[in-house]
Structure formats: structure tokens, C-alpha cells
């Protein structure tokens, strides 16, 4: 299955833990990285571009740091762009029908923070309920998604199983209807 990567970390290179998922999975011959901060220093989005990588993926990921809950500003962007009525959904809005959308993010807390009665209240699968909603809204099928935890406090050994972790979770992922949450470095 060919998969596109939708990086979208504001500070790639200096990011431990992005970085490195990035560098497990980019040799992989039917994986395709894309850097938005790189490829849109000046938030710029060429739409027409993006809706072409869109077409010639069978799976997206989107990669990112949580911030504020949420994704980075120009993901946002993004998705209002490039996610267009008419093209991802609406009358002939059938693009992503049937694709397999997931994420991979990485947070700064731990995993322990991310369930009910932690610090942040809700658990990842809870925070990604908007990117779930997205995949329905576009007949897409959503994928379980990927967390790297402590990303502030990670391990180099750490970081190498989260490597090991993500490129078989990009191999062996499948969608379901409800689906449980992969995560790493409690």
C-alpha cells in the first residue's frame, strides 16, 4: 500500500523525536514523506499540488506534534485548503473515499497524563476525535493512531523503539471501527 506521510512540525530539525520517525520510515520504498514547514515556509499552499499527492496515496498519515490539544497552525491551514467541498467532499467530492487516513503525534506529556483522571483528562483516541471525524466526513476509513509520550524527556533507546514501533505500525496498521490507540514511551 503506497503511503504518503503529512509531516507537519514547525521545527522539524530540531525535533528528537519527529526527526527520528521521520528517518525510520523515509528508505521505505512505498512510503512517501511530506514535509509541509519545508515545502510552505510562507503558508503558501499550492492546493493543486496537495490534492495530486492526495490522489496518488491509498494511505495518509499525518504527523505532528500535539499543540493545544490540537494540530500545528499550518496543518490546520491545510486542511482548510486543500480539504476543498467539492474535491474531498460534497457533489463529486470523492477523492479521499475509501483511502485510510490515521495520525501520528507525538505529545509532551506522558502517557499516564493522557487517560481519564490524568492530567490532561482524556486520552489520545478522545483528543483525535476531530481527525476521526475528518476521515468519516471524507468516506475515508481511520486508522488507529500512533503516540509517541514524554517526548521532552525521551531516551536515545526510547527513541529507537519508537522508531521500530512506527515503521511496523505503518506495515501492519489496519482500520477498524473502533480501533484502540498505539502507544509508546509511557
Known amino acids: 500500500m503506497n503511503t504518503l506521510i503529512?509531516?507537519?512540525h514547525p521545527n522539524l530539525e530540531h525535533s528528537r523525536v519527529n526527526r527520528a520517525l521521520v528517518e525510520a520510515i523515509q528508505k521505505e520504498t512505498d512510503i512517501v514523506v511530506?514535509?509541509?514547514?519545508?515545502?510552505?515556509?510562507?503558508?503558501?499552499?499550492?492546493?493543486?499540488?496537495?490534492?495530486?499527492?492526495?490522489?496518488?496515496?491509498?494511505?495518509?498519515?499525518f504527523q505532528y506534534p500535539l499543540?493545544?490539544?490540537s494540530t500545528p497552525p499550518l496543518l490546520k491551514q491545510w486542511f482548510d485548503e486543500v480539504l476543498a467541498y467539492?474535491?474531498?467532499?460534497?457533489?463529486?467530492?470523492?477523492?479521499?473515499?475509501?483511502?485510510?487516513i490515521g495520525i501520528?503525534?507525538?505529545?509532551?506529556?506522558?502517557?499516564?497524563?493522557?487517560q481519564p483522571g490524568g492530567y490532561n483528562l482524556f486520552t489520545i483516541r478522545d483528543i483525535a476525535k476531530p481527525m476521526?471525524?475528518?476521515a468519516n466526513y471524507v468516506s475515508a476509513h481511520y486508522l488507529p493512531p500512533f503516540a509517541v509520550h514524554n517526548a521532552n524527556h525521551i531516551s536515545d533507546e526510547q527513541i529507537e523503539e519508537s522508531q521500530?514501533?512506527?515503521?511496523?505500525?505503518?506495515?501492519?496498521?489496519?482500520?477498524?471501527?473502533?480501533?484502540?490507540l498505539i502507544t509508546i514511551n509511557k
Open 104 to 114: 501520528a503525534i507525538s505529545t509532551a506529556g506522558t502517557a499516564a497524563s493522557y
Open 132 to 134: 476521526e471525524a475528518l
Open 67 to 69: 499543540f493545544w490539544y
Open 164 to 180: 521500530i514501533a512506527y515503521a511496523s505500525h505503518l506495515k501492519h496498521v489496519r482500520h477498524v471501527q473502533t480501533g484502540g
Open 6 to 8: 503529512v509531516v507537519a
Open 86 to 100: 467539492g474535491w474531498a467532499f460534497g457533489p463529486e467530492g470523492e477523492h479521499l473515499k475509501g483511502k485510510e
Open 34 to 61: 511530506h514535509d509541509l514547514y519545508a515545502a510552505y515556509p510562507d503558508g503558501k499552499i499550492n492546493v493543486e499540488r496537495e490534492q495530486e499527492l492526495l490522489d496518488s496515496h491509498d494511505r495518509i498519515i
